[in-house]
């Protein structure tokens, strides 16, 4: 494999605070790799680092070594980097099938009409959600709002899919369908970066995980080793986890 995604040394400051602090890692083509750490560790700003949605005081970030750091997010996003976020933002008047041909008529390809409409649908089947295409998005449960998300961060046929806690809050059948759903992606080749804190969805999609702690890395290994490590298990897990 070769890899997609390189991060070197990024540092982000918000005036006197330093939420990320010279962090450094790489994903190959095909990986799923989790960025773990406690609440306030720096993995969404991270994440809203790669997509362009905060420039980086320090640092690069590359995409098949391409720079990208600093790019708006709409340029970003033409890259071919999808994301989601820890709050589902949808277009609650419109319908399910709408709100994915949105993001079609802005992605790589511009669809409009029944080839948007056809290109929908079949990101929508990709997450169970065709039998719900008409519906409005304000009548769909959390977890298909979840789908939907999804569905048009794949309209825009990403290589590199960033998920923010896209897990989270779900029931434990849908934390199992949702599992199933990433195996999936994965077996389609997407190289997906995650951010969750439901180790059991970790220990089940991701091959590595990256940790965190008050902005700084402090491990990058297969799941099973970051997990066991004695500086996560301190400051994220808890002993009872180790």
């Given at each position: 494999?070769?890899?997609?995604?390189?991060?070197?040394?990024?540092?982000?400051?918000?005036?006197?605070?330093?939420?990320?602090?010279?962090?450094?890692?790489?994903?190959?083509?095909?990986?799923?790799?989790?960025?773990?750490?406690?609440?306030?560790?720096?993995?969404?700003?991270?994440?809203?680092?790669?997509?362009?949605?905060?420039?980086p005081?320090g640092?690069t970030?590359a995409?098949?070594?391409?720079?990208?750091s600093?790019?708006?997010?709409?340029?970003?996003?033409?890259?071919?980097?999808?994301?989601?976020?820890?709050?589902?933002?949808?277009?609650?008047?419109?319908?399910?099938?709408?709100?994915?041909?949105?993001?079609l008529?802005?992605?790589?390809?511009?669809?409009?009409?029944?080839?948007?409409?056809?290109?929908?649908?079949?990101r929508?089947?990709?997450?169970?959600?065709?039998h719900?295409?008409?519906?409005?998005?304000q009548?769909?449960?959390?977890?298909?709002?979840?789908?939907?998300?999804?569905?048009?961060?794949?309209?825009?046929?990403?290589?590199?899919l960033?998920?923010?806690?896209?897990?989270?809050?779900?029931?434990?059948?849908?934390?199992?369908?949702?599992?199933?759903?990433?195996?999936?992606?994965?077996?389609?080749?997407?190289?997906?970066?995650?951010?969750?804190?439901?180790?059991?969805?970790?220990?089940?999609?991701?091959?590595?995980?990256?940790?965190?702690?008050?902005?700084?890395?402090?491990?990058d290994?297969?799941?099973?080793?970051?997990?066991?490590?004695q500086?996560?298990?301190t400051?994220?897990?808890?002993?009872?986890?180790?």
């Open positions: 494999m070769s890899e997609l995604l390189t991060v070197s040394g990024l540092t982000k400051r918000f005036g006197g605070l330093t939420a990320v602090n010279a962090v450094s890692f790489s994903i190959e083509r095909g990986e799923v790799v989790g960025l773990l750490g406690p609440n306030g560790s720096g993995k969404t700003t991270v994440l809203n680092m790669i997509s362009g949605h905060l420039r005081t640092g970030i995409l098949d070594d391409q720079l990208i600093g790019l708006a997010p709409d340029q970003v996003a033409r890259k071919s980097v999808s994301r989601t976020f820890q709050l589902v933002r949808s277009l609650p008047s419109l319908s399910v099938i709408e709100n994915v041909t949105v993001a008529a802005f992605g790589p390809r511009k669809l409009w009409g029944s080839a948007a409409e056809e290109e929908a649908l079949a929508l089947d990709d997450v169970g959600l065709t719900r295409a008409y519906q409005t998005a009548d769909l449960t959390y977890i298909d709002l979840k789908r939907m998300e999804l569905a048009r961060a794949l309209a825009a046929e990403p290589q590199l960033l998920l923010d806690e896209w897990l989270a809050g779900l029931n434990p059948t849908e934390l199992r369908a949702g599992i199933d759903l990433i195996h999936s992606l994965k077996n389609r080749g997407i190289t997906i970066l995650l951010v969750e804190h439901v180790m059991e969805a970790i220990r089940a999609v991701c091959n590595r995980c990256v940790v965190m702690n008050a902005g700084r890395k402090i491990a290994a297969p799941t099973a080793e970051a997990l066991a490590n500086d996560v298990v400051a994220y897990l808890g002993g009872h986890h180790a």
